[in-house]
């Protein structure tokens, strides 16, 4: 295998658009079935291959791992949702309203 065949984590960001801490975690907490984990250079660097990247691609549709989706278990109460809405509202203490 050439160079040309890896696809490097800086790379696979730009073509998956995702953060390397994203594919990271992902590999990390085992999301990727087994056969899309990278492989490791000699320098301990991850690649795929493209055919991985691809399939990384319709695994991330499948699953709905979009932006936002990290949370799909959270349903807060209309009571939680009021406190945090409060507690974002407080006024920053400057000159013109400190006691």
């Not at 696809?7 to 696979?12: D, G, T």
């Not at 990247?53 to 699953?63: A, F, G, H, L, P």
């Not at 920053?92 to 309203?97: A, E, G």
Request: with cysteine; proline share 7%.
């Amino acid at each position: 295998m050439t160079n040309n065949d890896r696809v490097y984590i800086s790379e696979a960001c730009r073509l998956l658009n995702r953060t390397e801490n994203t594919i990271r975690r992902w590999e990390r907490e085992k999301l990727l079935p087994e056969e899309l984990i990278s492989s490791r250079d000699s320098r301990n660097w991850r690649y795929w291959k493209l055919d991985q990247i691809n399939k990384i691609m319709n695994w991330i549709i499948s699953n709905r791992m979009y932006p936002g989706n990290g949370l799909p278990n959270y349903n807060p109460s209309p009571f939680d949702i009021d406190r945090h809405v409060i507690n974002q509202r407080k006024p920053r203490k400057t000159k013109s309203n400190a006691p």
